[in-house]
């Protein structure tokens, strides 16, 4: 049974950056796809980036691409998301996930958040 913690959240002015960081109890994560999702307020939750269990293939959201770049340390069992020029849109709860068998289409287990408030 994995676990999976996120860090890294908080207030944040619009352009600004954040990077978010998620460790994972086990190290079998090593043969898991990452990804982060995000749920914003009244909205459903959405895809927001994964990443591959060799590291190798990485895939955005069209709303975030050239913002974030997500990327794993296996040595370590964490996952990252920097985001850089950071909109008001982007305010949700951030969500990390490890699926086994499908490139995060289907996560089998999930963190329970970190908040992101990106506000004036």
């Known amino acids: 049974q994995l676990q999976l913690v996120e860090s890294g959240g908080g207030l944040v002015q619009p352009g600004g950056s954040l990077r978010l960081s998620c460790t994972v109890s086990d190290s079998s994560v090593r043969g898991y796809a990452l990804g982060w999702f995000r749920q914003a307020p009244g909205k459903e939750r959405e895809g927001v980036s994964c990443?591959?269990?060799?590291?190798?293939?990485?895939s955005y959201a069209n709303s975030v691409k050239g913002r974030f770049t997500i990327s794993r340390d296996n040595a370590k069992n964490m996952v990252f998301l920097h985001m850089n020029d950071l909109k008001p849109e982007d305010t949700a709860v951030y969500y990390c996930?490890?699926?086994?068998?499908?490139?995060?289409?289907?996560?089998?287990?999930w963190g329970r958040g970190t908040l992101v408030t990106v506000s004036s």
């Open positions: 990443i591959s269990s060799t590291n190798d293939t990485t």
């Open positions: 996930a490890a699926d086994l068998f499908y490139f995060c289409s289907a996560p089998g287990y």
